[in-house]
């Protein structure tokens, strides 16, 4: 897919949210089985044993991630049909961020230093020979912004060298190191994107502030110009050029609540036809065959991910596989890799109580082989279902979330993790979560809300967020909160909330204007203070700060808005045992955040657990780290909610 594959306009804090744990004793549900039996910690939480396989373009060998003896994840090589193996990296400090393969013999990855996310961009060769680092530069973040698939020893990549706010294009050279710049970025673009023959033409940018523009060129040697400019509200989101290079192919909400699949003539700004939207959820993205030349599908999620296909061969094929893996509909299938003639596929199955299980499809020969389970020691049938629920907030909006009751417990007067998601505009989705199932393991129900603001349910639902941090966002946490107590399924004195990011910000929100709702709670890398987050923010997000001041508020214009409802204002509210986790290097939520929350509890002499983690970012990595955070909550939450 032809399109920056790092952060574009809008802001998206962490995905993340911890689990929380503890033992306690619960009513078995009539008819169901065995209680699950009890698993350690280290059991969901410990490194895939082979994990984020991918195959060559020739589709000679496969790859994938592994722990080191550091227990650091890896790269490694194998010939198909071969039981060698090759050890690409030994990185003792931090995992591998990610890879790809940037032709049949050389691989790329990104990695950071202690959670910076000052990504740098290194290469292999798949005999492990040749290692360089080709953008080892201090401070500096790399995005790819197209791995120019047909040109074998080049990449364009984005980076913010000679501006630490803004990121230019850069074509390189994979083999010698050789950096062009392409253009010069002239402090406006958020993100940039090529056509099928890797040429640098259209470019999404910020203007005013608060508006967002599309800007377009016919060939490399013009200017770009602006051929659309529209609030941020509104979006058209490219996705790649159609097949003669001439449009492209986007998802927009322009005229329209939920985005579809549109084609946009982006040499004249506007759309020219509507290929598919759903009447519920945004289209979120689209799929294509670079060898067909074909749209195969948009996709959108409902409780899970869908497709709506629109070449027959792909839906024939993924039907084919699903029959295959007898996925019957509870299960995620997906083609995480092909070759370049689109004949052998690295193909995923995962649900709600299993990781990914690889398999390697020939379409050829039409065999399935397996390849490898990610976590073989967690057993799917000892886990928990993960079912989509609704709720109606105060107000009369419909929020969407998922309700995770233990195994073989019944719905009822159970202890209750509520947790938040971070982002904000991002959203809980329907799938394998170590954390939920960790906590389903101990005897919790774990509540997850998409709460306004989360992103799939349309421009209205979104908009509603705005500068409602503390306010109506909370409150549907709240009232989602008080509806499982109304259906006996949460026992009222056994709750917790946690959260990572803005999770861990709705956490320390909601124990200061719900002091007797929550027995316990925990926050993980959260907002405090909203007046020193948006102080301390990475230099790249600084070109977004007016859209933060539309959607979260303005220091100055609403000062009062934001002093009411930042946490660390108002700690004197907070009696609700508080656990505090957090990464001395996250660039997005900075340790000042935690410090000022905790500072402020000891000043009052309340007691609150904190944990800070020197080698860490915006949420914890490294192994031995999680397994000390998930323990400490272990005992955090036992002590506290324990009958």
Known sequence: ?????????????????????????????????????????????????????????????????????????????QEIGSDQVIQLTDDTARDIDGYFWANNERILYLKDTGGDENYKLLGVNIDGSNPIALTDFPGVRTQIIDPLEEIPDEVIIGMNKDNPQVFDPYRLNIVTGELTKLYTNPGNIQAWMTDHEGKLRVAMAITDGVNTSILYRDTEDQEFRTVLTTSFKESVEPQFFTFDNKMIYATSNLGRDKSAAVIFDVANGKETQLLYENPDFDVTRL?????????????????????????????????????????????????????RAEDKFIVGKSSDRARTSYYLYDRNTDELTFIHQVTPWLDENEMAEVKPVTYTSRDGLTIHGYLTVPKGMEAKNLPVVVNVHGGPWARDSWGFNPEVQFLANRGYAVFQMNFRGSTGYGRAF????????????????????????????????????????????????????????????VDYVGVSNLFTFMQTIPPYWKPMLDMMYEMVGDPVKDSLLLAENSPALNAGKIVTPLFVAQGANDPRVNINESDQMVEALKARGVNVKYMVKDNEGHGFSNEENQYDFYNAMDSFLAEHLKK
């Open 1 to 77: 897919m032809k399109r920056n594959i790092l952060p574009g306009v809008l802001l998206v804090l962490l995905i993340a949210g911890i689990a929380t744990l503890f033992s306690c004793k619960g009513k078995k549900a009539e008819g169901e089985g065995q209680l699950a039996k009890q698993i350690p910690v280290e059991e969901f939480f410990r490194k895939p044993e082979k994990a984020s396989y991918q195959i060559s373009p020739d589709g000679k060998y496969v790859s994938y991630m592994a722990p080191n003896a550091s227990r650091r994840m890896n790269i490694f090589v």
């Open 462 to 521: 979104w908009e509603a967020s705005f500068k409602q941090w503390g306010k109506a966002m909370q409150d549907d946490v709240t009232d989602g909160t008080r509806w499982l107590i109304e259906q006996g399924i949460a026992d009222p004195e056994r709750i917790a909330i946690y959260g990572g990011s803005y999770g861990g910000y709705a956490t320390l929100a909601g124990i200061v204007k719900e002091p007797d709702l929550y027995a316990a709670a």
């Open 287 to 339: 799929g294509y065959s670079k060898k067909e030349k074909v749209l195969q599908a948009a996709y959108f999620e409902d409780w899970k991910m869908q497709r709506h296909y629109f070449d027959p061969k792909f839906q024939e094929l993924i039907t084919r596989l699903e029959d295959k893996l007898g996925a019957e509909g509870r299960y995620n299938i997906g083609i995480y890799d092909m070759t």
